[in-house]
């Protein structure tokens, strides 16, 4: 079957928009500096500006997910792309504190719905082989968005620190895009003409279960849901390690520009680009489960290799070899979810790995930050390197299981 131009063009959408969700707070890491002076705050304060959007997408997700299932996707990402682009960008105008925070939690309210809508928007309209594709391509356009979001921040805020918030406007034509080629669909993917292959999973009796006892009924027929939420969880702590204390790592060995830390950064966001990009065609070669154990042995050679790391170009193959792994498990863990999630309550279940992913991100510098004072910074990345080996010894362990059962 050839893949028609409204599912072509649902797919560049959903790509393009994917690069929204990293941009929220990426492209705003370089200025960091720029706007505590801008609004005379102190460090941690222009520190929330940076973090608010994050505590309201945990909140939001499952809202959005919910209401999702309810509504279909379309409608729920167009207003999710709406209220990014004026939250994001009210930056341009505002000039106080108090407001900008305001505006970052209207940001992440849409972060919330255009992350879920995305991924549901991938369920419904792709199967097999093509959503194998298109959550690659999804998770290579988010290893991208990291590469690429944080230089244009830095390249703008050399002009003014309220530039930047002047990109989430990109937001506003992905909308009308999406209103103009994107096809409605209803709840549990039945399109707008009916010819969706949706419909309620009979595990739930034909509608979804409300509140927590419904989602516990679903985790305990299928626990390992459980499983890719932890995965998806760890993986974003560790994805925070590097981008909390690689810059510490690289201060000791002589390189403080913001602008060489950001290439490095970015070369850890194309390998994971390219590893993504790559997903569709290794997943129809390779069981995912056997690309994840391949994604924990890249991380453990990453952050073994972090931990000596003497000069500038030896801290390049760490962060290469931990993108290169979360291209990997990145779609991995959206796919397992589609597949273990009653076919109605998609959205619901979809957002939380959003919510795990985020969670994971606020605690990194909780769960890492403690080892600094104790064993410097190096003691991170061997922690990291201790957990990416437990990953390793978990998964391999399972796999055996799975062969001899």
Do not use: C, K
């Amino acid at each position: 079957m050839t893949e028609s131009s409204g599912t072509r063009a649902t797919l560049w959408i959903v790509v393009a928009a994917a690069t929204l969700t990293v941009m929220a707070g990426a492209i705003l890491g370089p200025v960091v500096p720029a706007i505590q002076d801008g609004l005379g705050v102190s460090e941690s304060a222009a520190g929330l500006i940076i973090t608010t959007h994050g505590a309201l997408i945990v909140l939001v997700s499952p809202i959005a997910g919910s209401i999702i299932d309810r509504v279909g996707p379309r409608r729920p990402f167009v207003a999710g792309l709406l209220l990014y682009a004026v939250g994001g960008s009210a930056g341009l105008v505002i000039d106080a504190f108090g407001p900008l925070l305001l505006s970052r939690a209207v940001l992440g309210v849409g972060t919330a719905f255009v992350y879920t809508g995305i991924t549901v928007l991938i369920y419904e309209r792709f199967e097999g082989q093509r959503m194998d594709r298109a959550l690659g391509l999804r998770s290579g356009a988010n290893s991208a968005g990291a590469a690429v979001w944080p230089l244009v921040g830095g390249a703008l805020g050399t002009v003014s620190w309220q530039l930047p918030f002047g990109v989430y406007l990109i937001a506003l034509p992905l909308g009308l895009l999406a209103v103009a080629l994107i096809p409605e669909y209803g709840p549990a993917g039945a399109a707008a003409d009916g010819s969706g292959d949706g419909g309620s999973d009979p595990e739930s009796g034909g509608t979804p279960a409300a509140g927590v006892a419904g989602v516990l009924a679903v985790v305990r027929r299928r626990p390992a849901l459980l499983a890719v939420y932890l995965l998806y969880f760890g993986a974003n702590a560790l994805l925070y390690s590097i981008v909390v204390f690689y810059p510490q790592l690289l201060a000791g060995i002589g390189t403080t520009s913001s602008l060489s830390i950001s290439l490095y950064l970015a070369a850890n966001g194309a390998a994971g680009g390219v590893s993504a990009a790559l997903y569709g065609r290794l997943v129809q070669r390779v069981r995912r489960h056997v690309l994840v154990v391949a994604a924990f042995a890249l991380w453990l050679g990453a952050f073994a290799t972090a931990t000596v790391a003497d000069s500038p170009l030896a801290a390049v193959p760490p962060v290469v070899g931990f993108g290169l792994g979360l291209g990997l498990v990145f779609p991995s863990a959206f796919s397992w979810v589609e597949a273990l999630a009653p076919a109605d309550r998609q959205g619901q279940f979809s957002s939380y790995l959003a919510s795990a992913g985020y969670v994971g991100q606020f605690l990194a510098p909780v769960l890492f930050g403690p080892l600094v004072p104790v064993f410097g910074v190096r003691g991170v990345f061997g922690a990291a390197a201790v957990a990416a080996g437990g990953g390793v010894l978990a998964l391999g362990a399972g796999l055996a299981t799975r062969r001899t059962a």
